[in-house]
């Protein structure tokens, strides 16, 4: 498989808390469980990270003389920003269940808006848009800790351990 791992870049790793990285680990697993990520690349290993303005994604192990993508934050800082905000609002008290179930549908519907722009923005990522929408739940992760929106861990998945 092109891409057989996905790391999170040293930096933000260390820094990051126990849930957090957990969250991590969980994406990343379900994102190279699927259809390979980048299926025109050589095998190698993805090392995501972000600063304030830029995501970055570096293929290491790569032949290709291009190996590092950037994503500018400002390309997805609105549909990063209304997915957070909803699974913020999820994660409150005090909901009926009618409105748990629209706060839910809604951000169904930004998770694959957010899906469709990561596709728009990095062309050579998988056509599939499972894939897609995983990558998606990667950027929100690495640009909002979303483990600290509420109670309720914001990816829930299957438990996967892999670092």
Known sequence: MPVHAI?????????????????????????????????????????????????HFVFTGSSRAADALALARADIALIVGEYAGLIKKLSGGDLHSAQIEALDMAKRVVHDAGATRIGALLPDLSPSFETRRRFFSLVVSLTVDTTRLGPLPAHQHHSRHVR
């Open 7 to 55: 790391r999170i870049e040293e930096h933000l790793w260390s820094s990051a808390s126990p849930l957090r990285r957990h969250e991590w680990r969980t994406i990343t697993t379900d994102i190279v469980s699927g259809e390979p990520p980048w299926p025109s690349r050589d095998p190698c290993t993805l090392i995501a990270g972000c600063d304030d303005r830029h995501l």
